[in-house]
């Protein structure tokens, strides 16, 4: 916490730097998003589905985000959950929680029912329903192939329920098997997002650190290289490098960031990703003597 404080101090921050947790209005615009807006826009219109993927930390959730805060509640009632890796069961239950329904034993039919007739009411007083399904790369097959009855109104002639599915690229992949085609066949629109370019990387330091309250670039043409080499483009991972550059700048009294300040927090990211990996695998190990 100290450390914290010392750097901010140092750099003359009013508050902490490459935080995920901004404000949407905070959030940089980017011609990804932009486009990613517009084919939200479109299938929620229709009623369709729309399919947001990306690498872990690319931005799907920071984009999630910015597109939901444009819904009005007045006019529409988010349904968002996270996925899991258990049954459609599990799904409804989820789903059935964010309409603030009481969850007990229910069969799988008496729940699609229950889910339907809340959308139903919804579209009766004027409003629509939005399922949202975050980290949906994780659902199962069998889930995938049986989503889709979810979205069929009178006969699958009435789209009132609109379906956002995000998740990694193997999304698209679990989609495309024989079983979940009638799920595919929703989709309308689809966005990636992928890295940034170097250009993109610089304008998203400059903003995060105007965003903190400094206004000029402290990060060199070195330093700004190797951000964007060590992230692959990813932001999140652009986040850890920067924040940790700066503190290695602000330890060593020096109001230029450069790459060897991004090298030192480079180790520091490996060292606490390599210390979770071997944490992750005493777990398995745990677990897996459980289970014999």
């Known amino acids: ?61 920071t984009a999630i985000r910015y597109l939901l805060s444009a819904l009005h509640p007045s006019e529409y009632k988010l349904l968002y959950v996270t996925a899991t890796t258990g049954s459609i069961l599990e799904l409804y239950r989820l789903i059935m929680g964010q309409l603030g329904m009481k969850l007990a034993g229910m069969s799988r039919a008496v729940m699609t029912s229950l889910i339907k007739s809340q959308v139903l009411e919804l579209i009766n007083k004027k409003k629509k329903a939005v399922l949202v399904i975050d980290e949906a790369s994780m659902l199962r097959i069998e889930v995938f192939a049986e989503l889709h009855t979810l979205c069929q109104f009178e006969m699958d002639c009435k789209p009132y329920l ?78 850890h490098l920067a924040r940790g550059a700066l503190i290695a700048a602000a330890m060593q009294k020096t109001k230029a960031v450069t790459a060897e300040h991004v090298q030192v927090a480079a180790s520091e990211v490996f060292k606490n990703d390599l210390l979770n990996f071997l944490e992750w695998i005493e777990r398995t190990k745990i677990w897996s003597k459980m289970l014999i």
């Open 1 to 61: 916490m100290e450390m914290k404080k010392k750097y901010r101090a140092f750099f003359g921050l009013t508050k902490e730097p490459f935080a995920a947790d901004i404000a949407v209005k905070e959030i940089m615009q980017t011609a990804q998003l932009a486009a990613a807006q517009s084919r939200f826009e479109y299938a929620t219109e229709l009623g369709a589905a729309y399919l947001i993927t990306g690498d872990i930390g690319s931005g799907k959730s």
């Open 162 to 239: 609109p379906l956002i599915l995000a998740g990694q690229s193997s999304l698209i992949d679990k989609l495309m098997y024989p079983g979940c085609l009638a799920l595919a066949s929703r989709v309308v629109a689809k966005s990636h997002f992928t890295g940034a370019d170097r250009a993109q990387m610089q304008a998203y330091l400059l903003h995060h650190l105007s965003i903190a309250g400094v206004k000029s670039m402290l990060f060199d043409e070195t330093a700004i290289t190797a951000i964007h080499q060590g992230s692959g483009g990813i932001f999140r991972k652009a986040n």
